[in-house]
């Protein structure tokens, strides 16, 4: 069964108005378009609930209500319980704050592994913690392939590693990092494993338990929902995390047991709580996920992760001939230097594309010249300085970036393809 794309983007305003529908989207790695589910989610709030939650009156129990169904729709979408997820301002400052969460975990000489794979919201906050004597231990690419290669991550793990941090897939290499693969390898060890999925969680269903993860984080605006971030924390590590919040907010939300109130987790790390209106209108997303999923499939009766799971197999079908149209081209063309592999698979690699050009054309002028023609992209070090220069390139001009969503039509594409070809 193919994705039904005239439907898909009905579903997303716009396509359908104003000065967007003019263009062709290409940005999504750097923030996706919102369904109207979501929009409708959002307005309703504004309209109706923009009151103080948690308190005992109809409109706010109607706007904690939202929160609460948005936070647990939420956690159903990766397969976690709605204890173990919260709801931050972005993935940037999740990690900022479970990094200052965890520090009274770690002891003198603990050793914590990065990449230099990553974007730097995923190191710099691990890397600050050499200043209370944390020893930080750098995975790094092979930088003629660009890869994270497993073998050379296990001469790193020692009895010392409290915590590996790693991309389930880059936002600039692309490739899908083996991460079941390496938590079995890092639990061997008895340290904790954190993944960073915003590039991934895009085009993918994703089964926190089933990939035995310790902490899962995404953002939601790049997978079509508001600006906000969700961090996974496996229960059995909320003990390990220092309050952040007022002191005596644990104590006062003890008592509540409705599923997607504030419990310690969520009080814990994300001091002043969640933003009402965008948490509130994050179960259109999953609504948009049902609406998809009953259209393709009007006879056969899923919900929750399974329901979740069917969908994001008809987006990676369509994503992955996405990626052969321009792959395709790519290799016809010996100008360009695609960084990562030459695979549409996209359960190898995330239908992300970095590139630079061999003509002396620099990445920024190409996507002008992209923009000229109505194309959005995007060029610079999409804050993985590290992994560019690492692969010889100047983090300060960067590369030229597109990136494809199941949105995307291969009529687009193949136009992209043809101005590429004529800049080029």
Same mark, same amino acid.
């Given at each position: 069964m193919l994705l039904d794309l005239e439907y898909v983007r009905k579903q997303f305003p716009a396509f359908n108005e104003g000065e967007t529908a003019s263009w062709i989207f290409m940005e999504n790695a750097g923030g996706s378009y919102v369904p109207q589910l979501v929009i409708n989610k959002l307005t309703n709030f504004m309209t109706h609930s923009k009151v103080q939650p948690y308190g005992l009156y109809q409109t706010s129990i109607d706007a904690t209500q939202a929160i609460e169904n948005s936070t647990c729709q939420m956690a159903e979408m990766i397969n976690a319980d709605y204890s173990e997820v919260v709801i931050g301002h972005c993935t940037t400052m999740n990690l900022v704050m479970l990094s200052?969460?965890?520090?009274?975990?770690?002891?003198?000489?603990? #050793? @914590? @592994?990065?990449?230099?794979?990553? &974007? #730097?919201?995923? %190191?710099?906050?691990?890397?600050?913690?050499t200043d209370s004597g944390q020893k930080i231990i750098e995975w790094q690419i092979n930088p003629d392939t660009a890869e994270l290669e497993i073998e050379t991550l296990k001469p790193l793990?020692?009895?010392?590693?409290?915590?590996?941090? @790693?991309?389930?897939?880059?936002? %600039?290499?692309?490739?899908?990092?083996? @991460?079941?693969? %390496?938590?079995?390898?890092? &639990?061997?060890?008895?340290?904790?494993?954190?993944?960073?999925?915003?590039?991934?969680?895009?085009?993918?269903? %994703?089964? /926190?338990? #089933?990939?035995?993860?310790?902490?899962? /984080?995404?953002?939601?605006y790049k997978t079509f929902g508001p600006h906000l971030g969700l961090m996974y924390v496996d229960q059995k590590h909320h003990n390990k995390l220092s309050n952040l919040s007022l002191e005596f907010m644990p104590k006062q939300y003890e008592k509540i047991t409705t599923p997607g109130s504030p419990n310690y987790l969520r009080i814990a790390v994300n001091p002043g709580g969640v933003n009402h209106e965008e948490a509130a209108c994050l179960s259109g997303l999953t609504d948009y996920y049902r609406l998809i999923y009953e259209h393709h499939f009007p006879t056969v009766i899923k919900s929750g992760f399974a329901m979740i799971e069917d969908v994001f197999g008809l987006i990676k079908q369509h994503e992955s001939n996405l990626s052969k149209i321009f792959l395709d081209f790519i290799k016809q063309n010996k100008s360009i230097r695609l960084i990562g592999k030459y695979e549409c698979d996209t359960s190898v690699r995330s239908p992300t594309f970095s590139f630079s050009l061999g003509n002396g054309l620099t990445s920024k002028t190409l996507i002008e010249e992209l923009a000229k023609k109505k194309i959005a992209a995007q060029s610079g070090s999409f804050y993985a300085w590290r992994c560019l220069t690492a692969l010889g390139f100047n983090p300060y001009t960067g590369v030229a970036r597109i990136s494809f969503a199941h949105y995307n039509t291969n009529e687009e594409v193949n136009f992209l393809c043809q101005c590429l070809d004529n800049i080029i």
């Open positions: 200052l969460a965890l520090k009274s975990w770690f002891t003198s000489g603990d #050793e @914590i @592994i990065v990449t230099n794979q990553d &974007h #730097e919201s995923n %190191i710099s906050p691990w890397r600050r913690l793990l020692s009895k010392k590693t409290k915590l590996v941090c @790693i991309n389930h897939s880059s936002n %600039i290499v692309a490739s899908v990092n083996d @991460i079941k693969k %390496i938590a079995g390898m890092v &639990h061997d060890v008895g340290a904790l494993l954190l993944v960073d999925g915003v590039s991934y969680a895009p085009h993918h269903s %994703i089964n /926190v338990k #089933e990939l035995n993860v310790d902490f899962y /984080v995404l953002s939601l």
